[in-house]
């Protein structure tokens, strides 16, 4: 008996020496403020849980695309990621409402007070799903960027778009304007776009920059189409493992950092706008009578998606605090 008392205290002293670590993929590239406070956090929780709980995070798309860093998550090769809209849908579908074309007219303050609200309902519903939320974050209001000028809804039609394999709510938008979509993983857009396999794509300012579409496209559509989010999760049997003090101290950094990545990303679009009508791109907008369609193109994508991608809960909850 007193031999195995003093195995299990030697194993259980090893795992404190060693700690925990959970390896994470992101798509942020090196040198962006994503990665800055990102790697700012891992260093905060290595040091305040001293080396019990350590992050090794791969950046710039290493791992792969947001869909292969769920999947190696569920082989269990990776334990977390930081993920956006479609693949946050795989994981829990009502976290889509927030992204339904046409909701919030272009009002970031106004999308990120409601995503606020919803953040506990979506926290649950990841949790359900086996995933531990640490934060969602804004990844900004999301324009159309092309090759050919766009000058009116009605000359959407026919025009070839990027489109993540399997994302309904984007899917659904393109084929109500009849775009035609053509699925790409997010790395293949850049060389898609210079090939001509694509002549549109859609991203935050920040994101068109990062990713280099500016240099093969020549104009974006003056009016954002819909406003995208993400979330930082770990997997729940990971988490599980974590002391609940430490549990604590790691929410308490990530809450922090996350509000930092925040600031940073409201910045880096409001700059990034700039810098590409610098660069010259050519911000077109649309007549007025188009502007006077979306509501009637959002209503029609609300009863698509309803039940196929997110629940009527869902819906109801975001529109009453829209209210």
Not at 28 to 35: H, K, L, Q, R, V
Not at 88 to 105: C, K
Not at 235 to 242: F, L, N, Q, S
Not at 255 to 271: C, F, G, H, S
Request: charged share 25%; proline share 3%.
């Amino acid at each position: 008996m007193k031999k195995i008392l003093l195995l299990l205290l030697s194993l259980l002293l090893a795992s404190q020496a060693y700690g925990l670590t959970l390896k994470m993929g992101v798509i942020a590239p090196e040198g962006t403020s994503w990665a800055i406070n990102l790697k700012k956090a891992v260093k905060e929780i290595k040091k305040a849980t001293n080396g019990r709980v350590k992050f090794k995070v791969y950046f710039g798309g290493t791992q792969g695309d947001e869909p292969d860093v769920l999947r190696k998550i569920r082989v269990g090769h990776l334990q977390g990621g930081i993920f956006t809209g479609k693949t946050l849908g795989e994981i829990n579908g009502d976290a889509r409402v927030m992204e339904i074309p046409f909701t919030f007219m272009g009002d970031r303050q106004k999308a990120w007070n409601t995503l606020e609200k919803m953040d506990k309902f979506f926290s649950k519903g990841f949790e359900k799903k086996g995933f531990i939320n640490l934060g969602m974050f804004e990844v900004g209001l999301i324009y159309l960027v092309s090759k050919n000028e766009i000058k009116s809804l009605e000359e959407l039609k026919g025009v070839k778009i990027w489109a993540w394999e399997g994302d309904d709510v984007a899917l659904s938008f393109i084929e109500y304007l009849n775009m035609i979509p053509i699925p790409l993983a997010l790395t293949d857009v850049l060389t898609s776009l210079s090939t001509g396999v694509i002549k549109s794509a859609y991203a935050p300012p920040v994101g068109i920059l990062a990713m280099q579409w500016h240099t093969k496209t020549k104009y974006i559509v003056d009016f954002p189409v819909t406003y995208s989010m993400g979330a930082f999760l770990v997997d729940k049997k990971k988490w599980d493992k974590i002391h609940p003090d430490d549990q604590k101290l790691v929410r308490e950094i990530c809450d922090r950092n996350l509000k930092l990545i925040n600031e940073a990303n409201i910045n880096d679009n409001e700059v990034s706008i700039e810098t590409l009508k610098s660069l010259g791109l050519k911000f077109v907008k649309f007549p007025k009578e188009d502007l006077n369609k979306v509501g009637k193109i959002r209503e029609d994508i609300i009863k698509i998606l309803t039940g196929k991608v997110f629940s009527k809960d869902a819906l109801n909850r975001m529109e009453n605090h829209l209210k």
